[in-house]
């Protein structure tokens, strides 16, 4: 089975910076495209980023320059740089395999996620 897990997340200031890492197994996901999503309480999951398998990015309108996603496909590991993190980015963190076209995960299968919380 596939499985995800997210880490990196903590407690931090407006306008400082996080590296979330997330580590996917049960499946060679070299070849797909990978994203991050996001919730908080009440809302619903929503896209944050995605990176295609030769390194191609597409973010959400809100990241507005502020975050990076990267990969190592060799080690099926995902990456997300948060700079510039304000209170609306609190939320819990999640990654997923990803349509290279659409902004929906591949898989109803989630991780725990990782919580970033930013105080004002």
């Known amino acids: 089975q596939v499985h995800f897990e997210e880490s990196g997340g903590g407690l931090v200031q407006t306008g400082e910076s996080l590296r979330l890492v997330c580590r996917a197994s049960g499946s060679d996901f070299s070849s797909f495209s990978m994203g991050w999503y996001r919730q908080s309480p009440g809302k619903q999951r929503e896209f944050v980023a995605r990176?295609?398998?030769?390194?191609?990015?597409k973010y959400a309108d809100f990241v507005q320059g502020r975050f990076t996603v990267s990969r190592d496909s060799l080690n099926n590991m995902v990456y997300l740089q948060m700079n510039s993190l304000n209170p609306e980015d609190t939320a819990v963190y999640y990654c997923?395999?990803?349509?290279?076209?659409?902004?929906?995960?591949?898989?109803?299968?989630w991780g725990q996620g990782t919580q970033v919380t930013v105080s004002s």
């Open positions: 997923n395999q990803m349509n290279p076209r659409t902004v929906y995960p591949t898989f109803d299968s």
């Open positions: 990176v295609s398998s030769v390194g191609n990015t």
